[in-house]
């Protein structure tokens, strides 16, 4: 598990084991528009702000990846205890 915080949003977010991002931030009324669910399409693009994310996605190249400052939120998880998201 890890915590997300939506910073836009202002709120804070437990992600538990097999659960989506999406998933938990839908539990605090955030809604995430999302398409195919699987790391394809890039519809639940998101603006990483602090933390690292652990890319599950095949949509960012390696280089986009590396950078570690965007995430696909449908699929992707966290390797830092918090990710700080710009939603
Ligand atoms: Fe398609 Fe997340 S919904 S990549």
Redesign the pocket.
């Known amino acids: 598990a890890f915590e997300v915080v939506a910073k836009k949003s202002g709120k804070t977010v437990q992600v538990a084991d097999g659960q989506s991002i999406v998933d938990a931030l839908a539990t605090v009324g955030i809604k995430v528009t ?11 693009l998101c603006t990483v702000l602090e933390g690292e994310p652990d890319h599950r ?1 095949v ?1 960012l190249t390696d280089d986009e990846k590396a950078d570690n400052d965007q995430i ?4 992707s998880r966290a390797r830092s205890p918090k990710l700080v998201l710009d939603i």
């Open positions: 999302v398409s195919c669910e699987q790391g394809v399409c890039g519809t639940c996605d949509f696909l939120l449908c699929c």
